[in-house]
């Protein structure tokens, strides 16, 4: 009979296979065997069975089919002897071992009972690889092949014996207790056995009804203690009563035991049947890459709680390699054959060494059985291609993070010449179409796994801000890089100048973020101080009665202005070319001490005014005393008026209201008059290159030489008695602090900050900061353009990095703002510009990484939650411990990992890789 079975023809076998795999798989249940066997001697039969299929025209007929046969030699016998671990094999009184690595789909594949019993007919071979089929999950339902079965070291007190043995985790403790006492030859009544653990007896486990798996106990650990009862104690306690605890004779666990070490020993695919539709891959036998998934589950419910050796401040590596490791679509590709996409010719890339290092650390972590890994190959290789990262120093986690996506991505980039391409500017055209074709032109050049699941795509606008050119392009990223924008506030005091004579000067009082930047302040002014669209606002800050600096950049934070600071804006054109501003600064005579009282010189007070002067047009020592008389005109005293009091021009507005708090002069001088007869001049100095000063009262013609190396011009007041007559200098004497008494309630300092508040803040319109001005192509100059950002395209996995570290070249400081992110219902919708989207964009997050202490001495961890059990696990190093959801978020999440809910699973974004049913063998018969 075995004859005739050896003289089918390949498709009459792959027939009688598939035939038998079918029947066998839908009637799978508890207890049933299935076999494992080598990956490579099931694709080369494969290859065998499926040639009849294979010819040039894409058709089939008997004719080519024979020919075809020939093409292909048989396979031989089965071996699987690339399976065995032959080193633990040679020594263990366990029969065969495997490797402890092996991955299903991969390094093998899992046959029912009957399909290998067929396979084994036909070819003969082995060893026989059997494991059996038990029940898993949360509700115990799931079906699962157990092809890691517990293995347990026993020892034997108080002689010191041990021994090695594999069990199931679905056996009873009676089981147990029986294999012991076969082991060691000795009778029941004789043995206790405890759940030893880290030299300590944890639990009495004599519930001998109670299966392994109940129980918790876990692969590789040496914690079954063996231990002969003295039944002939005095005092009528037991060994095991005085050592340990009982409860009603069941098991009673200690709060030290560690129940998450690494065990499992199952591999990744689900054994699921919805509506009765559950299809088999051996229903379709004709592939040129088949894994051949049993369709029974094989991964336990503690695959991937395996820890990382700390090899010396290397937590912070270990905290992003874990984030990775449980990144879902990660986890797959690596530990299916991604070997054919490794780049090695790539010179962006490390000849896919990284990738492959990276690789065999990901498969020890997800496999079964494995105590926790030390990570020294995969550290060497980082060292080898990022020399910041080697040593033993702490290094920044979301950098070492961008360094591996980047570099992963190089190694598996799957386009082996990159082509040039040149990009076209927008003209016009409308945003998705550009887009789609920036984001085809970047797949042209980087297509990996990396792409697929990591990588999005936004929108960036700049605008000049000299000849309004708009410059649109979409960009990808990797990550998200968001401010702490702290929702914490402050008051500051800014006093409002005009140069025009308009009006007097007022006081504004205003809130503004306590971590902004001056563009907040200039904005909360802007609305307070009602500002024209045709002027804008010069701030600066005052010193000593003179002008100390002017806060030109938008981008200076205001933390840097203290409280006792003193604030000025004045209020100039906006259109301004070639343009050099005259700063008049007021002196007054200061009288000695004594019975003298005699004058000691002149000395600056009050706070200087300021004026635009165009450098175009010719300036005599006249027009500057126009200039000077206007700007003092709104302080000229008259008899009808009489003074103007401080009071009725100081004015305390908030941003908030945006109340219009300008005040109408009714002193104010005639404006529209060019060059009005003055009544008197004013004693004016102008201090000229050489720092000598001019009198300005002489020489009305005279034509005034401005500095070329100085955009200031320096004109001195001398206020005399006489000259304080007629004008009311209170207006400019007493300029009020920038904030007087600080006052920021306790709540404003503790709010939490928002993660939408966080992105909105990245999202905001700023301008460039000036070492990063952008080349208008329209003006030919380089120009302080504004920026705008808008999320295009959202990836499948997207990874948000919160600032925390700042750095300067004074100081590296670290912000402990606890961020209020969310973990379910992360909804970025409103937050997508392209609108012809209509899919809903809700992320749920899945890791993130943790930093604590200050810069120099932290330490990373990991939060991770493992998706089968749906539950959260912190990972510190070596140690695995689980937590609750809601102890998740603390001012320590640095890294924040969020994966897409995918509602509709048919729609796939980006591209993303998408092969979980990829195991499936598609067939042409």
Not at 229 to 241: A, M, R, V, W
Not at 291 to 296: E, F, L, N, P, Q
Request: proline share 4%.
């Amino acid at each position: 009979m075995a004859e005739v079975a050896r003289q089918l023809t390949p498709e009459e076998e792959k027939q009688a296979v598939r035939d038998i795999a079918v029947a066998a798989e839908a009637q799978t249940k508890v207890g049933d065997t299935f076999y494992l066997i080598t990956q490579r001697w099931w694709q080369d039969w494969l290859e065998y069975v499926n040639q009849t299929s294979i010819v040039n025209d894409g058709s089939s007929s008997e004719h080519q089919g024979a020919v075809s046969s020939s093409a292909l030699k048989k396979p031989s016998c089965i071996d699987n002897s690339d399976l065995i671990d032959e080193a633990v094999s040679e020594d263990s009184a366990m029969g065969i071992e495997l490797h402890d690595t092996l991955v299903e789909g991969t390094d093998y594949i899992l046959l029912p009972k009957e399909v290998w019993n067929k396979l084994h007919t036909l070819y003969g071979g082995g060893p026989v690889l059997a494991r059996k089929v038990i029940n898993t999950g949360l509700s115990q339902t799931e079906l699962s092949v157990e092809v890691y079965p517990l293995r347990l070291e026993l020892h034997l007190m108080p002689k010191g014996d041990r021994s090695s043995i594999r069990i199931s985790k679905k056996e009873t403790i009676g089981e147990l207790h029986r294999k012991a006492c076969e082991i060691f030859d000795l009778t029941p009544k004789q043995v206790s056995i405890w759940d030893y653990f880290s030299h300590q007896k944890h639990a009495l486990m004599n519930d001998m009804e109670k299966t392994l798996d109940d129980a918790n106990i876990q692969m590789d650990q040496d914690q079954i203690l063996v231990e002969v009862i003295n039944i002939k104690t005095e005092g009528g306690l037991s060994s095991h009563q005085e050592n340990g605890s009982m409860n009603n004779g069941s098991l009673t666990a200690a709060t030290s035991h560690s129940s998450i070490a690494t065990s499992g020993g199952l591999s990744a695919s689900k054994y699921s049947s919805r509506n009765g539709n559950s299809e088999s891959h051996f229903q379709n036998l004709n592939t040129d890459k088949a894994y051949g998934t049993s369709g029974v589950s094989t991964r336990g419910a503690t695959c991937g709680l395996t820890g990382l050796l700390n090899l010396g401040n290397t937590c912070f590596m270990n905290s992003a390699i874990q984030c990775l490791v449980h990144t879902p679509e990660f986890a797959r590709y690596f530990r299916e054959d991604y070997h054919q996409e490794i780049n090695r010719q790539n010179p962006l890339g490390m000849v896919g060494e990284l990738a492959l290092a990276f690789g065999d650390l990901l498969r020890k972590l997800w496999a079964p059985g494995r105590a926790p890994v030390a990570p020294r190959p995969f550290k060497a290789k980082l060292a080898r291609f990022a020399p910041q990262f080697s040593g033993c120093s702490q290094h920044d986690s979301q950098e070492l993070l961008a360094f591996l996506l980047d570099g992963l991505h190089e190694d598996l980039n799957r386009v082996k010449h990159k082509p040039y391409i040149k990009s076209r500017d927008a003209d016009d055209r409308p945003d998705e179409e550009v887009a789609d074709e920036y984001w085809a032109n970047h797949i042209a050049r980087n297509d990996s796994i990396i792409v697929d699941v990591c990588q999005g795509q936004y929108k960036s606008t700049l605008v000049c801000p000299v000849c309004n050119k708009v410059s649109v392009t979409f960009d990808p990223f990797m990550y998200l890089s968001l401010p702490l924008q702290s929702t914490a506030t402050r008051s500051m005091t800014v006093t409002v100048f005009t140069c025009d004579g308009s009006a007097l000067p007022a006081a504004y009082t205003l809130t503004v973020p306590k971590h902004g930047r001056c563009r907040d302040l200039i904005q909360a002014l802007s609305n307070a101080c009602s500002l024209q669209f045709n002027e804008k606002l010069l701030l600066a800050e005052i010193r000593g009665h003179l002008i100390y600096r002017f806060l030109e950049d938008p981008m200076i934070l205001l933390s840097t202005i203290k409280e006792d600071d003193h604030l000025t804006a004045y209020k100039i054109p906006k259109v301004l070319k070639k343009t050099k501003f005259l700063q008049l600064i007021h002196r007054r005579e200061e009288q000695g001490t004594g019975n003298a009282q005699s004058p000691v010189g002149w000395k600056p007070y009050g706070t200087p005014l300021v004026s635009p002067i165009s450098c175009d047009d010719t300036i005599t020592r006249s027009d500057i005393q126009q200039i000077v008389h206007t700007m003092l005109s709104p302080m000229l005293r008259t008899k009808s008026t009489g003074a103007m009091t401080t009071s009725n021009a100081s004015v305390v507005a908030s941003n908030e209201s945006h109340t219009n708090s300008s005040i109408a002069d009714p002193t104010k001088g005639d404006g529209s008059s060019s060059k009005p007869m003055l009544s008197e001049k004013l004693p004016l100095q102008l201090v000229d290159e050489n720092n000598a000063c001019i009198d300005l009262t002489v020489g009305d013609d005279k034509v005034v030489k401005l500095s070329l190396s100085s955009m200031s011009i320096l004109v001195f007041v001398d206020w005399s008695q006489k000259l304080l007559a007629s004008y009311d200098t209170n207006h400019i004497e007493n300029l009020p602090e920038v904030c007087k008494h600080v006052h920021v309630s306790k709540k404003a300092r503790n709010e939490p900050l928002s993660l939408y508040t966080c992105l909105e803040a990245f999202l905001r319109e700023e301008p460039l900061v000036p070492e990063d001005m952008w080349y208008c192509p329209q003006c030919k100059e380089r120009r302080q353009a504004s920026k705008k950002l808008d999320l295009w395209r959202l990836p499948e996995v997207l990874v948000i990095h919160l600032k925390r570290f700042s750095y300067s070249r004074s100081m590296k400081h670290k912000l402990d703002t606890f961020v209020n992110f969310p973990i379910h219902d992360f909804d970025l919708t409103n937050y997508v510009a392209n609108k012809n989207n209509t899919r809903r964009q809700i992320y749920e997050l899945y890791a993130l990484t943790n930093h604590y202490g200050g810069m120099g001495s932290g330490h990373y961890t990991a939060h991770i939650k493992l998706l089968d059990e749906n539950r959260w696990y912190n990972f510190d190093d070596s140690h695995i411990s689980p937590i609750n959801e809601e102890d998740v978020k603390s001012a320590a999440a640095y890294v924040l990992f969020y994966k897409r809910v995918n509602n509709d699973r048919s729609s796939a974004s980006n591209g993303v890789y998408s092969t979980i049913n990829s195991q499936n063998i598609n067939s042409n018969s």
